[in-house]
């Protein structure tokens, strides 16, 4: 029986300890006196922990994006025993060290972790082990343990990183790594040849930890680095240590042009013409790489790139691939690399990039076919994820923006680690037999399977123009809400801008400001779709404006300007897109926000009314002409919208007001009374008929015009 004492001690602990493996992983603020409980040293033990990752998280080359883990290990009272239990906290599988958070945290029991070195049944069956992690989790667990949770907890140091920096994978694939970083390092940072991440590989890196007690770190062959110390700071400055004296050789020791001379003809194009080209190739490009499933694009010409694929030994290095485990599992093991100059006329460059297309798919089915066993996974798909123009810059594939962008930073940090073994030494990655068993291994199976449900609307790519206030505001959240990559376009580029940053930023929405009646200016919209995107899907004509008057009362100008911006705007905005959309080659969805107007006759709105029927027929007539190519063309009739309109705010609320001889606030509750339904359109509504349209479930409807306007009889379609 535990004694009253150790009984006050539990409850105190109690609170201490299950807070850590809860959301938080952090103590709460009980008020209490910490100073006996041991809650002090926890909470900086995560907190020092928690503020290294990040600090080594903040710099790519130091680790690439969610690359690598740390973690620290200390000591807690067990509320069950209250006794005290040593704990490993270790970064979770997934997540990024830049941002790490303590609910980030995987906390294990250090005792039942180092037991499992008695029953680990040999590299075999070393995958078991990671269910075997859960079994040593402490209290809730926190985070899923990571497959390197083996490396924290078996290695006997108090703080352990494990890091993808660029100059340190440089050492791990030069062809002659270990005698470099015996010359580099003395016996100070050891070498661990490459051995796939796992509880072997774990107990490699204890071992020499153990016969080297000196050494501050190792360098894993094919992979990265691991360091250690006897404190958070200690460890940090050793993973720093091992970085700067790699960085600090390669660049005194290496070579003047690891990546050989640059080629003539292959140099950058100056940056408006690059831009430029990158515009018109990302979309066939982009349809190429959707063959297997649909994908978005990043692009970049980023320095570093541009000059990579200026030089000699571009492509006999790009056929190496990359070797991080992290790098090719989002890059594919190689690119596709376009093998012509920026010189070359843009159909040879299409048509080249198709024959390479068809050419890469062949390699890779070859390389699962040499490599698969009866137990692999099926081949995930044959696309490239990167895609290298000479001259141009780099397009980077993924599901979603976010994936995208990070497999293009993944193939940045693979150009600095080849950079680097190419200065010194060799480049020579991991054998592609290797590469293979990570990338169809079953444990990374098992995680793509855990990845949420993509949501309707991912992977397509959104342009929706007035997008800036009212409907168009509404329907851009809506579709960046359902998955979509949204291009706000609007005649006011503040508007543009403050939607884009609300709906999250450039992984999901960017802005252009422009003008639908300009010709050029939506050729900048459907460019800024492009570069920013990879292209464009699903296009909203919404941009619009209307002034009520008698026909006796409407100028020249009235009816040039409605007509301007919603016939000719939307015109030309569905021409543009539509030449995009062909180029893909994946189908897309037209929108166009017509009007109830477009059908029901009323006083006050010849321009207006006339300039909507415009539309309403031009849903048709396209319709008509672009199903051939999957496009669908629909339109939504909505009616009396005056929440959140500009429309309804700058006059034409006032002026229909007075049409109707009701004070303008009313409005709002005048149209809903006299719809059948009683009920104010909001642009939610409007936008919700959008999604509807596009979503998928309508995949067989097109000229179709969908009023939401609560119901008007005399606006009934026949
Ligand atoms: N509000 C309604 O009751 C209602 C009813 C039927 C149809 N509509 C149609 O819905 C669309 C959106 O209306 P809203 O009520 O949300 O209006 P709104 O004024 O709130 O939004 C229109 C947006 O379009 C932008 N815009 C205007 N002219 C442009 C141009 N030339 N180029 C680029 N952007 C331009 C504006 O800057 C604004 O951000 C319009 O086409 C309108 O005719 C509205």
Known sequence: ?????????????????????????????????????????MMSTVDELVARSNRLGADPTTTNFAGGNTSAKGVAIDPVTGTEVELLWV???????????????????????????????????????????????HGRGGAAPSID??????????????????????????????????????????WVPWRRPGFQLGLDIAAVHRAHPEAIGVILGGHGITAWGATSDECEAHSREIIRRA???IDSRGVAEPFGPVMPGFEPLPEAQRRERAAALAPVIRGLVSTDRRQVGHFTDDPRVLDFLSRAKLHELAALGTSCPDHFLRTKVRPMVLDLPPSAS???????????????????AAYYQRYATPDSPPMRGADPAIVLVPGVGMFSFGANKQTARVAGEYYINAINAMRGAEAISRYEPIDESEKFRI?????????????????????RIALVTGGGSGIGLATARRLAAEGACVVVADRSAPAAEQAAAELGGPDVAVAVGGDVTSASDV?????????????????????????SKSLLETTEEDWDRQHDVMAKGSFLVSQAAARVMIAQGLGGDIVYIVSKNSVFAGPNNVAYGAAKADQAHQVRLLAAELGEYGIRVNGVNPDGVVRGSGIFASGWGAQRAAVYGIPEEELGAFYAK??????????????????VLTAGELSHTTGLHIPVDAGVAAAFLR
């Open 247 to 249: 960085q600090e050789f």
């Open 439 to 459: 990338e169809y291994w079953a444990l990374e199976e098992a995680k793509l399977a855990r990845a949420p449900k993509p949501k309707p609307l991912t992977g």
């Open 346 to 364: 843009l159909e040879d460059a299409v048509a080249r990039l198709r024959e390479l297309h068809t050419a890469y798919r062949a390699d890779y």
């Open 149 to 190: 949770t083996a490396m924290h907890g078996l290695v006997e140091a108090a703080h352990v990183d494990h890091l993808h920096p660029d100059a340190g994978i440089a050492f791990a694939t030069a062809a002659d790594g270990e005698a470099l970083t015996k010359e580099c390092f003395g016996d100070r940072v050891l």
């Open 91 to 137: 970064k979770g599988s997934g997540g990024d060290l830049g941002t790490l958070t303590p609910a980030g945290l995987a906390v294990l029991r250090l005792d039942r972790l180092r037991a499992l070195v008695d029953v680990y049944p040999g590299v075999e069956r070393e995958d078991e082990m990671v269910a075997a992690f859960d079994y040593c989790l």
């Open 674 to 691: 006299r719809t059948l339904l009683k009920r104010e359109v909001l642009p939610e509504h409007v936008a919700n008929a959008v999604f």
């Open 523 to 547: 050729d900048g919209m459907v460019r800024a779709a492009a570069l920013a995107y990879g292209g464009v899907d699903l296009v909203v004509n919404n941009a619009g404006l209307s002034v």
């Open 1 to 41: 029986m535990p004694n009253k004492d150790a009984l006050l001690h539990t409850r105190v602990r109690k609170d201490a300890l299950v807070t850590p493996n809860a959301e938080e992983g952090r103590l709460p603020d009980t008020g209490r006196d910490r100073s006996d409980t041991g809650e002090n040293e």
